[in-house]
């Protein structure tokens, strides 16, 4: 597939080249002004896309796509973006909305781009080969890392934090590039794996399991609680001795009752514990964070 048709339109891939900025940044922008939208694994075009001459090509090996007049770089809206900017782990946050600012810094220094220390996030020897620069917080003095926008597009940075978001890409990129797309829909693994390599029941666990790894805590899965009978703990955490259990929604009269034996076994033997929601996934930094601060564990 060429990236210009025979009427000379351009895919957005396409046309983010010609424009010279992230491809990902193009798809956010042209998403955050309601030209498109993602519904399911295909972008699809909205009103005020079509108004402004996008369209559909069809492909036998890519399927349909969107494509734009090739003069659309003239827009005033597209003429505006600059390819030299520069994001923060904050700002991280457009292409993945499902993580905090902390799990994104985390994820960045698990790959070894960014490192904390008592003074913030400092840079890497790997990450200034990725086009990272140091700075400090003109209000706190903290130091923390810029990237250029392109760290977006970076296949492994694009991995690893669609794994902790819960975005898994699709297997071939809609408009047969080789750039990922961040903004693939979610779908779950067939095997819930964590960043560390441990096997997890649920995608719950795996979520809670990834956190406490990128807080660097040691922890165990599926530990027997100090007790004769054999009941076990989603999670344990040798320092701080706290154990953590994951409940989904949909428990059933069994999960229950587990529950409330789990409850009454830490409450008679005073054993610091944790307990998880489904309904907290998208906080878990808070749930998480501020239990374990509680045992005087800081992360």
């Known amino acids: 597939m060429s990236d210009e048709d025979g009427e000379g339109k351009l895919s957005t891939t396409a046309l983010a080249r010609k424009l010279e900025i992230p491809v990902q940044q193009l798809f956010a922008t042209l998403r955050d002004y309601g030209w498109i939208q993602r519904r399911g694994d295909t ?24 494509v734009w007049p090739a003069n659309l770089g003239h827009h005033p809206l597209l003429a505006a973006l600059e390819s030299n900017q520069r994001i923060t ?9 499902r993580l905090h600012t902390r799990q994104i810094n985390r994820a960045l220094a698990e790959i070894g781009l960014q490192q904390h220390t008592i003074i913030g996030w400092e840079l890497t020897p790997l990450g200034k080969t990725m086009g990272g620069q140091q700075s400090e917080s003109e209000a706190t003095g903290a130091f923390y890392v810029t990237w250029p926008h392109e760290i977006v597009d970076n296949p492994v940075v694009h991995r690893e934090l669609s794994r902790q978001s819960d975005q898994f890409p699709a297997a071939e990129a809609a408009e047969g590039d080789s750039a990922p797309d961040l903004f693939a829909s979610a779908s779950r693994p067939a095997q819930c794996e964590g960043v560390d390599g441990h096997i997890l029941k649920t995608p719950l666990q795996m979520l809670v ?27 344990y955490l040798p320092v701080g001795n706290v154990y953590i259990d994951c409940w989904e929604q949909a428990s059933g009269p069994a999960e229950m009752r587990q529950r409330l034996r789990k409850r009454d076994i830490y409450s008679s033997m005073n054993l610091r514990s944790l307990e998880v929601d489904e309904d907290d996934v998208d ?17």
């Open 43 to 66: 972008w699809v075009l909205l009103p005020k896309g079509e108004f402004e001459g996008g369209s559909y090509q069809q492909s036998k090996r890519f399927g349909r796509y969107i």
């Open 89 to 97: 782990a904050a700002a991280m946050r457009r292409y993945y909305p």
């Open 209 to 235: 399991c990834n956190w406490l790894y990128l807080a660097q805590l040691a922890h165990a899965c599926h530990r027997a609680l100090p007790v004769e009978e054999l009941i076990y703990a989603d999670f």
């Open 283 to 299: 906080r878990l930094d808070e749930v998480l964070g501020r239990g374990l601060l509680a045992f005087g564990i800081r992360c």
